[in-house]
């Protein structure tokens, strides 16, 4: 079965500077997608960025980017210039990339409490 | 345009008795994924509903059922509730044929069992 480990339960950073959020995960499998998504106090689970694991290319969204390390099976966020709007947990999380339906199963990882100190 | 409500936002229950939550899913989206979020945890799969049949199921026990109506709405149900389900169940609402792993999120519905 996969697992995602968040070993960070919480972080802070200044505002405007720059903070990286660690994420790894175990599979067997060589094709799936990696996420990271942001659950603000409202609880609404928000899609920060998508990252394939056949493309080598890092994912970039904005002030958004990954570091996807597909051999140390690592896949860390990195916030660009913090903005009080980025307080939130986030979450990573896997899919498998089977592309048959009724496999859209996500599997998350416990969660990083962002904390922005003004 | 109206993205993925759920009701109630908060309810209470006494353990042995039976709950019902309801999802409707964002315009357009044809699928329905349940997952149940214990404090301070990730959220868990429960199971996803399309074409009114469930598609996948993770690991809970036969007390949790679903059903989908033919306007994609869902509920889950929980019967002979234990104090451990006490959690946040959210819903998630996609496209058949869409973006992969695109989910649409609802803001939850906050389960407290006594």
């Known amino acids: 079965a996969q697992t995602v480990t968040q070993s960070q339960p919480e972080m802070s950073v200044q505002e405007a500077e720059t903070v990286t959020l660690s994420c790894t995960y175990d599979t067997s499998e060589s094709d799936y997608y990696l996420f990271w998504y942001k659950q603000p106090p409202s609880r609404q689970m928000i899609l920060v960025i998508r990252?394939?694991?056949?493309?080598?290319q890092n994912a970039t969204e904005n002030r958004f980017s990954v570091n996807f390390q597909k051999a140390a099976k690592s896949f860390s966020l990195k916030i660009s210039d913090s903005q009080l709007g980025d307080a939130a947990m986030y979450f990573c999380a896997y899919r498998r990339g089977d592309p048959n339906f009724g496999n859209e199963k996500l599997t998350f990882g416990t969660g990083t409490r962002l904390t922005i100190i003004p | 345009d109206a993205g993925v409500t759920q009701s109630p936002t908060h309810l209470i229950k006494t353990r042995g008795q039976q709950v019902t939550l309801r999802c409707s899913p964002k315009s357009g989206h044809d699928t329905v994924s349940w997952y149940q979020q214990a404090l301070g945890q990730g959220p868990q799969f429960i199971f996803q509903?399309?074409?009114?049949?469930?598609?996948q199921r993770g690991n809970f026990p036969d007390r949790f059922s679903g059903h989908q109506f033919p306007n994609y709405s869902s509920e889950l149900n929980v019967n002979a509730l234990l104090l451990g389900d006490s959690a946040l169940y959210l819903c998630?609402?996609?496209f058949g044929t869409g973006r992969i792993g695109e989910l649409f999120f609802g803001e939850g519905s906050r389960l407290t069992v006594l």
């Open positions: 990252q394939e694991a056949y493309k080598q």
């Open positions: 509903y399309y074409e009114e049949e469930e598609r």
């Open positions: 998630a609402s996609s």
